[in-house]
């Protein structure tokens, strides 16, 4: 699928901000594991999500969706070996939260995804485990990942070489699952839903600074269900939006219920220092996650420098960040982002093949990108691959509204499996957006 964003000089309006896509995925294993009746409201009914549940429904949990409603059964029987291969589609985060959960279940299981997802790296997730005690396999360190029954060990303590948050996870849903107690490491403090979910639900986890970054101690604990769990809404989603805002030359929008749990919205403070009218109202706390609704204006936007222990923070937000570069005045320099590398494509390139259309000036580094940005507007019509990626798609189409004959982005399926309503979204915001 083809989309073509036509030029905008003002957008307006209240949108509701998506459900979290991360919380979602996390909520609907942490309900499987309660083995309760449970329902989950706010729930990002989009690709990812869905192939996550399905995943969980392969093993034998009984997880009803409908719309951004989930209603999750007790079950009767263990979790049970799949019947055929376990497709995640195109969720990395589902697959890495899967492999820590049946590594402790002592059964056998196949995972498999998109053409994306089977380039994308799971020894980072398969060797903590195998070290462990899971026995799991990947092909030459990608998917398909076969897992087999193994014995998770006690008192297991991991120092991550890499932030990331799904790593962390899948490690403690390992040891949450086997009922077994485990320490984490991590260098720099990535996001931290999981620890707040098992929280919410009582369990026994403790974040305690560590250096430049967090020791998470889990320690085995019943966890009482409650009757709901409400997701927040994405910060990565509204990130979209704020730079919408920002960068049109006419502007005021209100983005609702956005969540802000600070390992996540590091992008604002990154914003504001380029000059950015961002302004945070309704602050509340909503299943341990902070929440609130983002007002923003159009802002003249100046460069700056990035690097260090915000990178983790703002890593998914940095080619949308990129798109905020290009039409700020002066240089942007964005280094320590190597991850960018292995995300659903190579972000940085991808990023620097769409700057490249757009006729922004910039230089391209191993862990980084320095962008040279102005307050001029695309003049010629751009026509921008995404490679597949549902982030690199939606930042081109923000582009288009400092554009004079819009934008043209190629192969953006996969903004469904995050934003499933970013066409609607950006309409109702007066950004035309259209398949093409």
């Known amino acids: 699928m083809n989309l073509f964003a036509k030029s905008s000089t003002s957008i307006s309006g209240e949108v509701v901000c998506p459900g979290d896509k991360s919380i979602s995925q996390r909520a609907l294993i942490l309900g499987s594991i309660l083995n309760e009746d449970i ?13 996550t549940a399905n995943a969980l429904n392969a ?58 997802l089977t380039k994308r ?15 799991i396999s990947c092909s030459e360190g990608k998917p398909p990942v076969k897992i087999y029954p193994g014995k998770v060990i006690d008192n297991f303590t991991y120092e991550m070489p890499i932030a990331s948050a799904q790593v962390k996870s899948g490690i403690i849903l390992s040891a949450l699952a086997a009922n077994k107690n485990v320490t984490v490491i991590e260098k720099h403090p ?10 919410h639900f009582h369990g026994n986890i403790e974040s305690i600074p560590y250096k430049a970054g967090n020791k998470i101690i889990y320690s085995p604990s019943k966890l009482i269900p409650s009757k709901s769990y409400r997701v ?18 006419e502007s005021n929008i209100v983005i609702k219920n956005v969540g802000l749990n600070p390992t996540r919205c590091g992008l604002i403070d990154v914003l504001k220092s380029m000059g950015g009218s961002i302004e945070i109202k309704n602050e509340k706390v909503i299943s341990y996650e902070e929440v609130g609704d983002i007002h923003v204006r159009s802002s003249a936007l100046k460069g700056v420098s990035i690097s260090g222990d915000v990178i983790p923070n703002i890593i998914d937000e940095i080619p949308i960040l990129s798109i905020a570069a290009a039409f700020a005045e002066g240089e942007t320099s964005i280094s320590d982002a190597e991850e960018l590398r292995v995300k ?48 690199i798609a939606m930042s081109f189409l923000i582009a288009s509204l400092r554009s004079t004959n819009g934008v043209f982005v190629k192969d953006c399926k996969n903004i469904f499996t995050s934003f499933p309503h970013f066409i609607e979204v950006m309409k109702t915001l007066g950004i035309d957006v259209d398949e093409r």
Request: hydrophobic share 35%; charged share 20%; net charge negative.
């Open 232 to 249: 927040v809404g994405d910060f990565s989603s509204a990130a979209f939006l704020i730079v919408a805002g920002l960068i049109a030359k």
């Open 344 to 391: 659903e494509s190579d972000r940085l390139q991808a990023i620097s093949d769409g700057l490249i259309k757009i006729n922004v000036s910039h230089q391209l580094y191993n862990d980084g990108i320095k962008i040279t940005g102005s307050s001029q507007d695309i003049v010629d019509s751009a026509e921008i691959d995404s490679h597949g990626d549902h982030r």
């Open 121 to 135: 790296p799971m020894l980072r997730m398969a060797n903590p485990l195998n070290d462990m005690g899971a026995t």
């Open 190 to 199: 990535t996001r931290n839903h999981t620890e707040r979910m098992i929280s």
């Open 39 to 51: 329902s989950i409201e706010g729930f990002l009914n989009g690709e990812d999500p869905i192939s």
């Open 59 to 116: 093993i034998g949990s009984s997880i009803t969706v409908n719309g951004t409603s989930v209603s999750i059964k007790k079950r009767h029987i263990p979790f049970k070996k799949p019947t055929t291969e376990v497709d995640l589609g195109n969720s990395g985060t589902g697959m890495r939260l899967m492999m820590g959960l049946i590594s402790s279940l002592d059964i056998e299981a196949t995972l498999i995804g998109d053409e994306s």
